[in-house]
């Protein structure tokens, strides 16, 4: 008797959580699938079954092989970019130096900034003649350039966007575990004069592998997650040079309102985000373990 | 020494963009790119930002935006949680892989889809639904959970002595010992949607509807030209609440990103 009604008191408090997963997770993702099978509906014409149609369009789409190609360098470039500042900042922030309170802050700020709004000030930044970098290297006999117009280096631009927003947000993962390791460690091996290197090769940096290993997951994620600056700074341009997987999916969907493509592009873009997170998940099982 | 040096070249060039912000927003026009230090100072660029673009509804609907997010997240994420902490019933593991699985399908990527069930709905541009996507947090459940679990169980076991039923010992027992993880998660959540950008673009199309970020956009998109001055002051204008929310309670804002990591 007590069992049953432990079973129908722990379905009642999950039951308002999971109706809503299921209608905007569960459903979707398995409603995506479907619809990548089918004809995009058009004002009088039902969708019709077409099989792999959808996906052949996108093989043998050069935009989708182009965004596929920049979103791989994007995550290239974030991830280890961004892990290793973060990595630097913390030990910084984590030693006492003059005035880390306000070092920490420089370091955080970037994280609590919509980047719908640091992308505006990064595309003034970037503004070619006006904006600061062209003044900076003008000063220094630099020729002005128009760094996000050009395809040679606009998404480079919006990458370098992506890791000044990330590092800060990474530091702080990174400062928690640092505090987490005992102080002695520090003074036992200043005792016994292993240098700074010494001591972050064989102690701290072995310690932090578990935050290595949770910031690396989020960095991966958000490596095809974020788009917002695209939108704001490049629309995906010059001629698709920073276009990214969700961008296209964006693109597709509500620029073209052509949701069966959109709908077999999410579908790419979850199967390849669900061989990340497995691909991790067997590398992750090994080392971290979750109670 | 070397390192202090290096540590605050790099903080000076991580806040040096919101300094150029700054300076473009708080000078005349004729100084956004020249950097002369007697330059005079005006707030004329906040007041014509402020004219130029129903900004006032904007606020008003992020203020609603994200306290509709965070009251139902708190409400279906501590119900949840509970059942999953300290209830053994059949199905609770699936139960829990299924909540987990958002961790990585996240509503961001879900936008053709979720359109098309909003307009099924009928509730297309509207404030719920932008909100509803991310109601049923994954990332929130499994916070609580991990909470709940150490919570000790002589303490629940009291209070049901005491008379209490299941709903009472969540409320009394629980929550209350929860407060600093419900602090973090709440930080975490209100800054996630204050910025939030890509959906509430899609599904709003009013300004009866639209956050702020996508009211900036709007603004900085369309109905500005390249006026710098004004851009950068509506844009400062929309992260103020959190940036002085953050320079504020800066303690508290890292220490809660910092508990909503230890997983």
Redesign the interface.
């Known amino acids: 008797m007590h069992r049953f009604s ?2 129908i ?3 009642l ?2 039951l ?6 299921v ?7 398995l ?2 699938l479907i ?1 990548s099978f089918y004809s995009t509906p058009r004002q009088r014409r039902a969708p019709v079954f077409v099989g792999l149609e959808n996906y052949r369009v996108i093989v043998d789409d050069p935009v989708f092989w182009q965004a596929l190609s920049n979103n791989l360098w994007f995550a290239l470039g974030t991830i280890p970019v961004s892990i290793g ?1 973060a990595l ?2 913390a030990l ?2 984590n ?1 006492r ?22 992308a ?3 595309l ?2 970037y ?1 070619p003649q ?3 970098l062209a ?1 900076v290297l003008s000063a220094f006999g630099g020729s002005s350039q128009n760094w996000l117009g050009s395809k040679d280096t606009a998404l480079i631009c919006v990458t370098i966007v992506a890791i ?1 927003k990330e ?3 990474f530091m ?2 990174y ?2 575990a640092l505090q987490q390791i005992p102080p002695n460690l520090g003074e036992a091996a200043a005792l016994e004069g292993a240098s700074r290197l010494y001591f972050f090769r064989r102690v701290q940096f072995p310690l932090l592998m578990p935050t290595t290993l ?1 910031v690396l997951v989020n960095a991966v ?1 958000n490596a095809f ?1 974020m ?2 600056h695209i ?2 700074m490049t629309r995906g341009g010059p001629d698709n040079a920073t276009s990214l997987l ?1 961008f296209r ?2 693109e597709l ?2 620029s073209f309102w052509d ?1 069966a493509l ?2 077999a592009m ?1 579908v790419v ?2 199967v390849g ?2 061989l990340l ?1 497995l691909g991790q998940y067997v590398f992750l099982e090994k080392r971290i373990h ?2 | 020494m070397l ?2 040096g ?3 070249l ?3 060039l ?5 300094l ?2 700054v300076w ?1 927003a708080f000078h005349p026009p004729e100084f956004s ?1 020249r950097f002369t230090p007697l330059a005079p100072l005006t707030l004329e660029n906040f007041s014509r930002a402020w004219a130029a673009a129903p900004f006032a509804r904007y606020f008003l609907n992020t203020f609603m935006l994200v306290t509709l997010i965070l009251g139902s997240q708190l ?3 501590t ?2 949680a ?3 902490a300290r ?6 593991g699936i ?1 829990f892989a ?2 987990l ?2 961790l ?14 909003m307009n099924k709905l009928g509730i297309l541009d509207s404030i719920p639904a932008i909100a ?2 991310y ?2 947090s ?1 990332f929130g ?1 499994f916070l609580l959970r ?1 909470t709940f ?1 150490t919570v000790p169980k002589e303490l629940d076991d009291a209070a049901r002595v005491e008379g209490a039923g ?1 709903l009472q010992t969540l409320l009394r027992v629980y929550v209350p010992l929860a407060k600093p993880v419900y602090l973090a998660y709440g930080l975490v959540s209100v ?1 996630y949607h ?2 939030n ?2 959906w509430p ?2 599904v709003t199309s009013s300004v009866e509807s639209r956050p ?2 996508v009211g ?2 709007v603004f ?2 369309t109905d500005q030209g390249i006026d ?1 001055s004004i ?2 002051a509506a ?2 204008l ?2 103020a609440p ?2 002085i929310a ?2 504020l309670f ?1 303690r508290q ?2 220490q809660s ?3 909503a ?3």
């Open positions: 432990s079973t008191h722990g379905w408090l999950l308002p959580a999971m109706a809503l997963l209608l905007f997770t569960h459903w979707p993702a409603a995506t619809d500042l630097l900042m910084w922030v030693d130096i003059a005035g880390r309170t306000i070092v920490r802050m420089a370091y955080f700020t970037p994280t609590v900034l919509p980047m719908i709004a640091v505006n000030i990064w003034f930044f503004t006006y904006g600061l003044q000044w590092a800060g947000f702080i993962f400062l928690a949770f994620i997650r788009v917002d939108i704001v969700l999916v964006y969907g509500f949701t959109a709908a999410t873009l979850l985000l669900a997170a979750y109670r | 390192e202090t290096a540590a605050w790099l903080a000076f991580w806040i040096l963009p919101l150029y912000a473009t790119a409400v279906l994420c119900l949840a509970y059942a999953f209830h053994t019933f059949p199905g609770s139960a299924l909540v699985a958002q990585m399908i996240m509503p961001d990527v879900l936008i053709v889809e979720n359109y098309k069930t509803l996507p109601v049923a994954a459940v991990q679990k299941s800054s204050w910025n950008f890509l673009l899609i702020l970020t900036l956009q900085s998109s710098w851009i950068c844009t400062l929309t992260s959190l940036l953050f320079l800066q804002f890292v990103f910092m508990r990591g230890i997983r």
